[in-house]
């Protein structure tokens, strides 16, 4: 009993540990700088400063290396160039401040606008001031950015890791302010390499999307996973200054439609004769086929049961597939190719909107004007209207004729006739009462 009860303490410790851990928040600013004071003589210090108010008195951070105390500095002295680039790690928000050491000892912060915000962007390529005589310039860009991980800069997901083999992906490795550039290279990883190489070198340029094609990463091939990575800095050989990995492959592209979808009426009003005809860029390649669904919307823009296509290489003509007996209405069109013993189908292209106008009714009136006397004809005017011209009548069992102006007008016996009027298509007016 005894051993029951300390095993249990052990693990609760534990337990309390490893949530303790979890809650650890870690702080990387990228910082570049190559700075020299022109003029004046008193110190000038630059200060990575984790103060939450003006003056900035806590602890501050230098760029090549932390301790476990989180209290270090960097300063730049009187007429020395000195380099900073690479990546800050601390424990809390930092601040970069400036200050000046006067002769007496007494350091003078500048609370203007070269202080930045605790999580902030901030650049200047062209960097001079005054500060207490001094002068201070910039041999080249100034960064000091927040660094975001590549996972939320990208809203990266496990469930989204495949890349258009067609297109150009756009990866974002900072979100920076003024200008949008930021120093760093990007890296890759595959199974082809066995090793990081660089994909760009270490340069200053936009970060906010760095367009990636799968023709650039040697000896990568379709649906295979790659890895990418930035890093802050020249050489990487601090481990703080490369970013998380993120996971992706690139898989094959479906032929993409030309255009849009064209829909076409139906033949007749209130019938399944009408159709959807794509027209595409490419070709299929061998064994490869089309796996299409399309979904009727109805008025509520409710979904309802869709209906399936496969569409092999032989039935391709023309790079053309037509989806014919179809009523009229709103459809969604979803379709990607799959390749005989390859598992990964290509993309998924979706078209929504696709809607398929209803045709006119034909209709048709008679106007009738009786005969004035026994045994006489009397007349009818035939007026139709809506399907597709033109209109052909009948009647009783007489010949068909086409309707025009000069035969709108019929001279009949008096009695009781049967009168059908068709269109170009064979449409009928479903409605009308055909018996006069």
Known sequence: ????????????LLLVATLNSGYAQ???????????????????????????????????????STT???????TLNNSSISILDGVVVSNSPLRLTQSVRE????FTQ????????PESGYWQNNFAFPLSNNSVSLNSPFEFYYLYTLKDLNNYDVSKTELQACKTFNLSVGNVGEGGNMTFALEYFHSGTGVWKELLPY???????????????????LDQNFQLRARYSPTGSRANDYSDILTYKFIPCPPAIIGEPLPNSPICYNSDTGKIIMYFDNDLALTEYFSMTLTPIDSNGVEL??????????????????WDNLRAGNYKLKYQTFKT?????????????????????????????????NNQNGTIIIVASGGTEPYYYTIDSGSEVKLTPDTKTVNISGGTHNIRIRDENNCIDLDANASL
């Open 110 to 117: 500048r609370s203007g606008s070269y202080i930045t915000n």
């Open 26 to 64: 870690t702080y990387k600013y990228k910082v570049k700088w190559d700075i020299k004071r022109s003029s004046g003589s008193s110190e000038i210090s630059f200060y990575l400063n984790s103060g939450s108010s003006y003056p900035y008195d806590g602890t501050y951070a230098n760029a090549i």
């Open 341 to 373: 013993g390859n598992p990964t189908p290509s993309s998924v292209v979706e078209k929504n909107n696709i809607v398929i106008v209803e045709k006119q009714p034909l209709t048709f009136e008679i106007f009738k004007t009786d005969p004035q006397c």
């Open 103 to 106: 002769s007496s000892g007494v």
């Open 203 to 221: 340069a200053r340029r936009y970060a906010y999307a760095v367009p990636i094609q799968l023709s650039q990463i040697s000896g990568l091939q």
């Open 305 to 322: 049961s869709p209906y399936n296509k496969t569409v092999v290489e032989s039935e391709f003509i023309n790079r053309t597939i037509v």
């Open 1 to 12: 009993m005894n051993i029951l009860i300390k095993y249990k303490i052990a693990f609760f």
């Open 68 to 74: 476990s105390s989180n209290s270090f500095s960097y």
